[in-house]
């Protein structure tokens, strides 16, 4: 077992191998306040990836309705159990934020550090009727009806939200942990983790020990399977973007615009290079506004969500850990730039390397929840990796109202 | 053979399986354990959401009001099917200030 930094716990903890950090990560982020689960990134990674015989089940991209769905089922809640199985009571953040610890410092046992003899990350294999149902409890708030016994089931008083989710490419891969056949690897120019199909002998340890349940067993290759990041198309191999890096198909497909992704510049040590004017650093860092999907796993995720700001406090700090009252503080009343920078989300399909806000007129102020927020009609340009201009957009939209009479008209 | 009058066939009532009583035996009932959430009002804060949204991309207060109560805005609607006009207004208040500042008109659009 090395020691290595895991900036988004504040610490070091112990991992399989050594950091070799790549040149650039992978990374995206999901803003679940604007989710309307159509399933869109859904279908287009189906469509793209795993539409053969034998991957029936498998969906690399699912969008899943917290807090009761699961693909597979449970699958957050069996991880933490076992972590808290062999920590009982020691999952305990402390500390105050900096530049190496954002979100304070975990305290209590990664999955690495919560393995058992023979394991490298503490997990558990999901049953086949787990994975069979990908989107189970849609929209379901409250448990329905009374039982025929009399007994009511609990209810949520009209909150869930939708969870988007994809293989992390963590920075410390449990997968590449797991394996007992060194198949699995992290691309040294992009991060994107990957496993090798002649190498993969099934033993699915990739399955057992990634907490995130996103490496998947295909039964008629008896090898397993995962999300590949598009990386033709982040490669810029994709004749579209004519050799520039593009945005995964997930993304790029996405209706409600919620989803933003790119590539981050690496430190030696791991840590994200200060980049403020590339849009994903500048919300992850700059403003915090987009967090890790359960940074206490210790794998270093690198999809980073805007929290939902409707949903009880308690259950998001589990879920992305102490930074979400700054998360949402920031999202509620964003910063001027911050309003720029949220309008690059899907407005371009080639992925924005830099930007650049060109300041515009203000054209009102509001109040929100007792402080000003004023709106500027600022332009964010967004910039490819050489530099060039790809996209210009204004903070003001156009808006249209679909007529009353046109309604359901589809 | 003379013309016959057709009886209207019989309604055939036809069940979701969304509304079908829950059963114990189904593995695929909602089965779930109570998060206790104290003090949390789930529909306010839906609501407070709701006119954060709105105000952001420029609708006046009277429009987000007038939005609660229009069925098309389901999610909205909803908030003042249950609660009422009286808890729509307090939110409203709650989330842009009780007095309006330089709003924008957030007339010039449809609806």
């Known amino acids: ?410 | 053979m003379s013309w016959q009058p057709v009886s209207t066939p019989k309604r055939r009532t036809v069940s979701s399986g969304r509304l079908k009583a829950a059963e114990a035996t189904d593995p695929y009932v909602a089965s779930a354990v109570e998060l206790t959430t104290p003090g949390h009002d789930g529909t306010a804060a839906m609501a407070r959401t709701f006119v954060e949204e709105f105000a952001r991309i420029g609708w006046s207060r009277d429009r987000i009001r007038r939005m609660f109560r229009q069925p098309r805005f389901s999610a909205a609607y909803a908030v003042f099917q249950t609660r009422g006009d009286e808890f729509v207004t307090e939110i409203i208040d709650e989330v842009l200030g009780p007095e309006p500042n330089t709003e924008p008109d957030g007339e010039n659009q449809s609806g």
Not at chain 1, 141 to 151: H, I
Not at chain 1, 333 to 350: D, I
Not at chain 1, 363 to 375: D, K, M, Q, S, T
């Open chain 1, 1 to 410: 077992m090395a020691e290595v930094y895991n900036w988004q716990l504040g610490r070091d903890m112990r991992y399989r191998f050594d950091a070799v950090p790549p040149q650039w990560q992978f990374a995206a982020i999901f803003n679940i306040n604007r989710c309307l689960a159509c399933q869109t990134c859904s279908l287009a990674c189906k469509s793209t990836w795993t539409f053969s015989e034998g991957q029936e089940d498998m969906w690399w991209n699912n969008v899943e309705t917290k807090p009761y769905g699961g693909y597979p089922q449970h699958w957050d809640v069996k991880t933490l159990d076992l972590i808290e199985q062999a920590n009982p009571g020691g999952q305990r953040w402390s500390g105050s934020s900096g530049q190496d610890a954002p979100y304070g410092t975990y305290d209590g046992a990664t999955v690495y550090e919560a393995a058992q003899a023979g394991q490298s990350a503490v997990g558990y294999t999901p049953t086949d009727e787990e994975w069979a149902s990908p989107n189970i409890h849609e929209d379901s708030p409250t448990a329905t009806a009374p039982l025929s016994e009399g007994v009511t089931l609990p209810e949520h008083k009209t909150w869930f939200f939708y969870l988007q989710r994809i293989c992390n490419h963590c920075s410390y891969p449990a997968c590449v942990a797991a394996c007992p056949r060194n198949a699995i690897y992290k691309r040294p120019e992009d991060g994107i983790v990957l496993i090798d199909q002649e190498r993969c002998r099934g033993y699915r340890k990739c399955v057992e020990q990634c907490p995130y349940k996103k490496p998947m067993y295909r039964p008629d290759t008896r090898v397993s399977e995962k999300c590949i990041a598009c990386f033709p198309r982040v490669e810029g191999s994709d004749p579209l973007s004519a050799g520039l890096p593009m945005e995964t198909r997930c993304m790029a497909v996405c209706p409600g615009q919620i989803r933003l992704q790119g590539l981050l510049p690496v430190e030696s040590d791991g840590a994200l290079k200060a980049e403020p004017t590339n849009p994903l650093y500048f919300l992850i860092r700059e403003e915090q506004m987009a967090l890790p999907l359960y940074p206490q796993f210790g794998t270093g995720p690198n999809v980073y969500y805007i929290p939902p700001r409707w949903v009880p406090r308690s259950y998001l700090r589990q879920m992305f850990g102490p930074g979400v009252d700054q998360a949402i503080a920031a999202y509620e009343r964003p910063s001027r730039t911050a309003q720029a920078v949220l309008q690059l989300f899907r407005a371009s399909q080639t992925i924005v390397f830099s930007f650049e806000v060109l300041p515009g007129e203000k054209v009102y102020e509001i109040n929100v929840n007792g402080e000003p927020l004023e709106v500027f009609n600022d332009t964010v340009v967004g910039y490819d990796k050489e530099g060039s201009e790809l996209v210009r957009v204004s903070v003001v939209e156009e808006q249209f109202e679909r007529p009353v009479q046109f309604l359901n008209s589809i």
